[in-house]
């Protein structure tokens, strides 16, 4: 089984900038061999994926977030993380972290819902105008 607990959200002014975390616990697999991304969900849409890291330490972003967001992990504590910069309005939401496995995966990209086994119970994002 995998455990994920995020921190880090809180309320922000546009143009501003916050990092997010997950810490993982797995007490079966390896951390290392986990596909990890951060997903958003704003009230009354679509959960949508925002970045992934593969086990080989690539990384993807939606379209929307290329440029501002970040996303690495650190090994060694069995932690995810998500720099936001510049943040938006348009990207207020509640953030998951989530993670699978290579073979859940549809495709290269993996950023859909539905490809993902585990998941955090979320952090609260604002960013007023």
């Known amino acids: 089984q995998v455990q994920l607990v995020e921190s880090g959200g809180g309320s922000v002014q546009a143009g501003g900038s916050l990092r997010l975390s997950c810490a993982a616990s797995?007490?079966?697999?390896?951390?290392?061999?986990?596909?990890m991304a951060w997903f958003r969900q704003a009230p009354g849409k679509e959960r949508e994926g925002v970045a992934v890291?593969?086990?080989?330490?690539?990384?993807r972003y939606a379209d929307s977030v290329k440029g501002r967001f970040t996303i690495s992990r650190d090994t060694a504590k069995h932690t995810l993380y998500l720099q936001m910069n510049s943040l938006s309005p348009e990207d207020t939401a509640m953030y998951y972290c989530?993670?699978?496995?290579?073979?859940?995966?549809?495709?290269?990209?993996?950023?859909?819902?539905?490809?993902?086994?585990?998941w955090g119970q979320g952090t609260q994002v604002t960013v007023s105008s």
């Open positions: 989530a993670a699978t496995f290579r073979e859940n995966c549809r495709g290269v990209y993996c950023l859909g819902p539905s490809e993902y086994n585990y």
């Open positions: 797995t007490y079966t697999y390896s951390f290392s061999n986990l596909y």
């Open positions: 890291i593969d086990s080989d330490g690539d990384t």
